[in-house]
């Protein structure tokens, strides 16, 4: 029998690690965080917002629940009345049983989402306490193992799937003559390090390694209209899983690399593949990581494939896509992020029949799959299950295909798509763009 | 954590379905594993030559091989491992050529 190595880890939990991890958390908590912890009534509005509850209906799954476990914390060790009289307050000891409880509510029970905290009457941002509490797991090396060996790969290695440099560049060249075959022209590149472009086009490494479409999908786009841009051979990683593990020094070494890139290519805007947490973290969080602005545009691809059917720098036929097509809105770049109406822009250009599920835009579910899931194996069962609501909202739209501008999404909506035999398929919304590409191949 | 069950040996699997041991990968593992995560009843030589191919490719390096590499060295489109592993080159065939789950977004 495989020993379960994250419970060993908590039974071995000295009280100075106990400690380490307060004190990480109490770093967090600045006024913002502490008016957070001290205002939740706990009305329970909440409860419907969050689809880890609204599948199970277990108080454990309740957003107020999981913030009450950092709120009993932070009322034992740092307010006035917790520390006089606990009892009264609800205040809670830190000790191995609620190291357990935290790994099991915060890590094995959230998406990081947000959904709760849009429907917060108090407007709690439930979701940054539960991120604070995860960084004080991490600090002390209780991670879910799939979510740390990610971290740790990409931290050892330089891309999360741990890469080669070489293998890399080869794909990219494979890809390459893929792309002359198929807008049948020679001369079309996929330029890799080259230096003043306008954009650098940052992947997620699951990309070359197992679904290298999506690449030859934007690779397409980017010939048809024009584009000056480029890959690198390093540091090119669009995901960042130290925004998931709570781990902000990790998060803050992922996204300098980016920077690094920019700065080594001179380039103007740094551009994002489909990932919605990539997104996030490059966009909004990596400047307080770094502790630095960026001097540099950052763009998902949704944004700059938008702007090319407004400028008419591609044409699209939306003939080519005659499948009815709905799209699945990836919380971090809609709801968290901010980019909403570019991929419906561009579906509406490139399919004959869109339909949108309900609810959407910022009120969209979760698929199930955010925070990490995905790599936390131990929680599959239950991230399939929190999902169902996901494969409901899909089924009533009776589309074949789902767009899902977010790789991470894209695996668990074919997990869904399994496991609740729904007969569709989830594509990236550049690959449906790519597929309807008027190229002039005069 | 799960087990599967082989000519009466129980074989240690997480909770999706990827062997926890990859020592324990024996022919009829694979097909087992074909059969319950892939939908797929019969193995063709195309399957076996991609299973082999990425379990060789383990074995050596302990990484599972680029998309690129497995089109060339077993001369497949990758439109056609596609449809011999619905799943794809992960869920699916790395699944049954015993490997353990792959870090990243996976």
Known sequence: MTKDLLEEKINQLKPKDLMKALQVFREKLNQEYVAYLS?????????????????????????????????????????????????????????????????????????????????????????????????????????????????????EKGNNMGIPSKDWVETVEWLEEELQDEVGDKQARLPMNKKGTRLFYAINPREPMFFPLSILAVGKIFYAAGESWTFSSDNYDVTNYGYFSGNDEAAATMSGRLVQSMEKLGCKTLVLAECGHGFSAARWEAPEWLKKKHDFEVKSILEVVADYIQQARIKLDPLCNSDPVTLHDPCNHVRLGGIVEEQRFILKNAVSHFTEMRPNREKNFCCGGGGGQLAMTRFSQRRLKAGQIKADQIRKTGAKIVAAPCHNCIDQLTDLNKHYKLGVEAKTVCEIAADALIIDKS | MPFIEVKGKKIEVNEEGFLANHEDWAKEVAELLAKEEEGIENLTDDHWAVINYIRNYYLEKKLAPMVRKLCKNTGFKLKYIFELFPSGPARGACKVAGLPKPDGCV
């Open chain 1, 39 to 155: 205002s939740c009534v706990h009305c329970g509005l909440c409860a419907d917002s969050c689809h880890y509850y609204l599948a199970d209906k277990d108080v454990q799954s309740l957003p107020a629940y999981k913030l009450n476990l950092a709120q009993g914390i932070f009322k034992k060790y740092f307010s006035f009345f917790g520390k006089n009289i606990p009892g009264l307050v609800g205040a809670e000891e830190f000790n191995q049983k609620m190291v357990r409880e935290w790994v099991d509510s915060l890590f094995g029970r959230c998406t990081l989402c947000g959904r709760c905290s849009l429907n917060c009457a108090l407007g709690i941002n439930i979701h940054y306490i539960i991120r604070a509490a995860r960084s004080a797991l991490a600090a002390i090396d209780i991670v879910p193992s799939g979510l740390q060996s990610t971290v740790d790969t990409a931290l």
